[in-house]
């Protein structure tokens, strides 16, 4: 067995006995008749994939229906970004920790309900993941990955037949029904 692999299931065992994390339940009502507000999505750690999430992203319009959307966004990439309309979240990862550039932005996320929360990255993360499994949202989007159950409840497979970018297009396609 892989030794980063048993390092990453201790690390999420111990986190489950400690309360941190927990697997998280699968029941979504559909249609839901509360009314979506506020959105926080989470781009890819790698470059390739960030800049990929990012041109798929380029045609969905972000100011519908007055849906406030948060990206949390590697600092790394902030030169890569001339977006208006999202409130932009740049952050630091170190191994599987979140360092915000703003805490002020940090609070606000985790005091705020959201109502939609989205991981754009295709492979397991434990950092961005971690920090997801804290805040408060009834839908907790992400891609199925050996770990995705206790952290999402709406899990989509990555088509890896076709691009990665149809995988990003089916986030999209739930958020427009919204």
């Known amino acids: 067995m892989n030794f980063n692999l048993s390092i990453l299931r201790l690390k999420i065992m111990f986190y489950l006995l400690l309360g941190k994390i927990r697997k998280i339940p699968s029941k979504i009502q559909l249609p839901n008749d509360k009314k979506i507000k506020q959105v926080v999505i989470f781009f890819p750690i790698d470059e390739n994939l960030f800049r990929l999430s990012l041109y798929s992203f380029r045609k969905f319009n972000l100011h519908k229906d007055n849906i406030r959307y948060h990206f949390v966004i590697n600092q790394k990439f902030q030169n890569l970004i001339h977006l208006s309309g999202p409130e932009l979240i740049f952050v630091n990862y170190k191994k599987n920790k979140i360092q915000f550039c703003d805490l002020e932005q940090k609070n606000n996320l ?66 427009a029904s919204l």
Request: hydrophobic share 40%; aromatic share 16%.
């Open 110 to 175: 985790i005091q705020n309900d959201n109502d939609i929360i989205i991981d754009l990255n295709i492979d397991f993360s434990f950092a961005p993941s971690k920090f997801i499994a804290y805040l408060k949202s009834n839908f907790k989007i992400g891609f199925k990955t050996k770990f995705s159950d206790y952290f999402y409840n709406l899990q989509l497979k990555v088509n890896r037949k076709g691009t990665v970018e149809n995988s990003y297009e089916e986030i999209q396609q739930i958020l």
